[in-house]
């Protein structure tokens, strides 16, 4: 059994930070759809320039862009034995698209980090990225100890051009116009689980471990 972990959640609901650390974990990949369109628009790919209008208005890239770019990225050697998706799927066609290409050797888990939408402009405001290694801080809640610089490996911290109160609106209500329909979509085929993501990153961690880790771990044991 390959799995497939799906990390749902509204533009600032904890899914980068959570998915780097349970990607290390799970020994999966950590693949991310919002990176990856990050990644094509800093190297000015064909790609990134189509990406950019999207990303910067807040609305999705269209669904035949990202489901390329993404099965192309999950065709390499690395996702062989799963993977964990951050930003994929966000709409029903998406979800539908990944049912298909995934045979039934493949167990596919959506886990949804639940968080109110009060909580969420705040945290997206205030976001600060690594350049370097792609550790998430934020300047309230979890300040780097240095000014400018990550934590983790030193790396120059910047803001998302996309992560503007008005863009954070314009996020949302496409949240809960597309992308809120997968909550009912997983939950229907009992391929979902909820968390409570308006917690400390730590706690937060600790319960999809629990979910999550543990369970492989038995998994792996039955095989
Ligand atoms: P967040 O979860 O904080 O909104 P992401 O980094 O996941 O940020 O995504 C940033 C932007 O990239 C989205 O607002 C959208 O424009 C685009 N994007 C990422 N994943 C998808 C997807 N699966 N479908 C369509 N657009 C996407
Ligand atoms: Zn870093």
Not at 7 to 17: E, M, S, V, Y
Not at 27 to 36: K, M, N, Q, R
Not at 128 to 133: A, G, I, P, V, W
Not at 172 to 187: N, Q
Request: net charge negative; proline share 4%.
């Amino acid at each position: 059994m390959t799995s497939v972990v799906i990390i749902l959640g509204p533009p600032g609901a904890g899914k980068g930070t959570q998915a780097m650390r349970l990607a290390v974990e799970l020994g999966l990949p950590h693949v991310s759809t919002g990176d990856l369109f990050r990644e094509n628009i800093s190297k000015n790919t064909p790609l990134g320039e189509l990406a950019k209008t999207y990303l910067d208005a807040g609305k999705l890239v269209p669904d035949e862009v990202v489901i390329d770019m993404l099965f192309s990225r999950v065709a390499a050697a690395d996702c062989a034995n799963g993977y964990m998706l951050d930003g994929f799927p966000r709409t029903v066609a998406q979800a539908e698209a990944l049912s298909e290409r995934l045979d039934s050797d493949w167990n596919t888990r959506a886990v949804q980090l639940d968080v109110q939408d009060g909580v969420l402009v705040e945290r997206v405001v205030g976001r600060l990225l690594c350049r370097d290694c792609g550790n998430i801080h934020h300047e309230t809640f979890s300040p780097p100890a240095t000014d400018g610089s990550c934590d983790a490996c030193s790396g120059e911290l910047y803001k998302r051009t996309d992560d503007t109160a008005e863009t954070v609106l314009e996020r949302l209500a496409v949240y809960h116009g597309e992308t809120s329909p997968l909550i009912s979509y997983y939950s229907e085929r009992s391929a979902l689980e909820v968390v409570d993501g308006a917690r400390a990153p730590e706690e937060v961690f600790a319960d999809l471990r629990t979910l999550l880790v543990t369970s492989e771990a038995s998994q792996q044991e039955a095989r």
